[in-house]
């Protein structure tokens, strides 16, 4: 099979994805309710407008044809990454990780989505005050949902540059809470890299070991082995991360090595691929102008694309527990 029938290519991009059709209201769980997403509105005094200080989350719900059914890509783990989040800024969350689960399927039943879909859960400080601080501040959580198809291009492999802006250090702005606010600093690599004509940015600790992309992790493949960077290199702990490397090392059979890892390093690797919810698996052809293999798609990269698609839409039975159906 083709890479063109086997990947969702033919939902329109991130920045062109439609609404829901006009006839059916897109809903969002807002201030404890289900409303029509036009009614969920913040006052521009909200905290975490002014300040950042929300914290969020994205999470992919797949489309099965063949099933007629929605799946919602390892919902327990998002959730639980949200909870992680929001203890770091001070936010204990009074909805439990189950009932989490239960609004998302309850959102998407009720907004009639029956499409590939994203969706961004947010936990955010909600008093309407002025002063910068994480404490004595209300807080809210929110979930809108929305059509969705590629974030990037995963058709071909992608020309990434390392970027300028070093990625944000634990001590300063930590990367392992998914912080609305430190998303400027993956703004400024993002657009750095489009503006000199990459695909994507590739961002360094301050020692200077590969940390990932502006929203993506990082893998290489050298003399056959699957590196990544350890989560202590400031980094967001993926959960297409962990995917990845569970698929990688029980499916596939490959020894994969957590280890920082130098910058010219990745200029001697046979593949790079990146990972996200949003990027799913993005291949890399090159890094500073230097050719990674023969500039395509790597075979292990290939093969890990094809058999993420397999078990985001319900097709391995072996992971289908990672699956909420919504129907
Ligand atoms: N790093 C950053 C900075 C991200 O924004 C994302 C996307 N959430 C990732 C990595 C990948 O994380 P996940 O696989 O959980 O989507």
């Known amino acids: 099979?083709?890479?063109?029938?086997?990947?969702?290519?033919?939902?329109?991009?991130?920045?062109?994805?439609?609404?829901?059709?006009?006839?059916?209201?897109?809903?969002?769980?807002?201030?404890?309710?289900?409303?029509?997403?036009?009614?969920?509105?913040?006052?521009?005094?909200?905290?975490?407008?002014?300040?950042?200080?929300?914290?969020?989350?994205?999470?992919?719900?797949?489309?099965?044809?063949?099933?007629?059914?929605?799946?919602?890509?390892?919902?327990?783990?998002?959730?639980?990454?949200?909870?992680?989040?929001?203890?770091?800024?001070?936010?204990?969350?009074?909805?439990g990780v189950e009932e989490l689960i239960a609004l998302n399927i309850e959102l998407a039943r009720r907004s009639n989505i029956r499409q590939d879909c994203y969706v961004r859960p947010c936990t955010y400080k909600?008093?309407?005050?002025?002063?910068?601080?994480?404490?004595?501040?209300?807080?809210?959580?929110?979930?809108?949902?929305?059509?969705?198809?590629?974030?990037?291009d995963i058709d071909r492999a992608l020309h990434v540059g390392v970027s300028s802006w070093r990625r944000v250090d634990d001590n300063a702005v930590p990367a392992r809470a998914k912080i609305t606010g430190a998303y400027i600093n993956s703004a400024f690599a993002k657009t750095e890299a489009m503006q000199n004509g990459f695909d994507e940015a590739i961002m360094l600790t301050h020692e200077g070991h590969v940390s990932e992309g502006s929203a993506e992790n990082f893998f290489m493949v050298r003399d056959g082995k699957l590196i990544t960077p350890p989560v202590t290199d400031n980094l967001l702990e993926g959960v297409t991360r962990v995917t990845v490397i569970e698929l990688a090392e029980r499916v596939l059979g490959l020894d994969v090595v957590e280890r920082s890892i130098d910058r010219t390093e990745m200029y001697s690797a046979s593949e790079i691929f990146l990972t996200g919810t949003g990027a799913q698996i993005a291949p890399v052809g090159e890094v500073d102008h230097r050719q990674i293999g023969d500039g395509k798609i790597g075979p292990i990269s290939r093969k890990l694309q094809l058999l993420y698609f397999d078990v985001v839409r319900g097709k391995v039975a072996q992971y289908k527990h990672w699956l909420t159906p919504t129907y």
């Open 1 to 95: 099979m083709t890479t063109a029938e086997k990947l969702p290519v033919s939902i329109p991009s991130a920045d062109q994805a439609p609404d829901a059709p006009s006839n059916q209201p897109v809903y969002s769980y807002f201030q404890g309710q289900f409303v029509p997403l036009a009614e969920a509105k913040i006052s521009i005094m909200t905290h975490g407008f002014a300040y950042g200080t929300g914290v969020f989350e994205g999470i992919r719900g797949y489309w099965s044809e063949s099933d007629q059914q929605l799946y919602f890509f390892r919902l327990q783990e998002h959730y639980e990454r949200l909870h992680q989040s929001s203890k770091i800024l001070l936010m204990p969350m009074t909805l």
């Open 126 to 152: 909600s008093s309407e005050v002025i002063g910068v601080r994480l404490h004595n501040l209300q807080h809210d959580t929110s979930i809108i949902i929305q059509a969705f198809g590629n974030y990037i």
